[in-house]
């Protein structure tokens, strides 16, 4: 077994990381700018983080395969 399957999987769950990161950042400058919209925002940020946690845990079984 190579070792380079941990070392994806920790690089998925870094991009994970980033990405969630940036959705919340972007989601609370958008809840700054209009508080009247934070229904909308809340549920599209939830759906987009799933989205990318998705992605994310494939990428770490594909990397761990």
């Known amino acids: 077994m ?3 399957g941990p070392i994806g999987a920790g690089l998925a769950a870094i991009g994970a990381g980033v990405g969630i ?3 919340g950042g972007k989601a609370v400058e958008a809840i ?3 508080p009247e919209a934070i229904s909308k925002i809340q549920t599209n940020m939830i759906i987009a983080a799933a989205l990318v ?3 994310a845990l494939f ?3 594909v990397a761990l395969l």
Request: aromatic share 6%; proline share 0%.
């Open 32 to 34: 700054a700018r209009q």
């Open 2 to 4: 190579t070792t380079y």
């Open 59 to 61: 990428a770490v079984v």
């Open 53 to 55: 946690e998705g992605v």
């Open 21 to 23: 990161g940036q959705i």
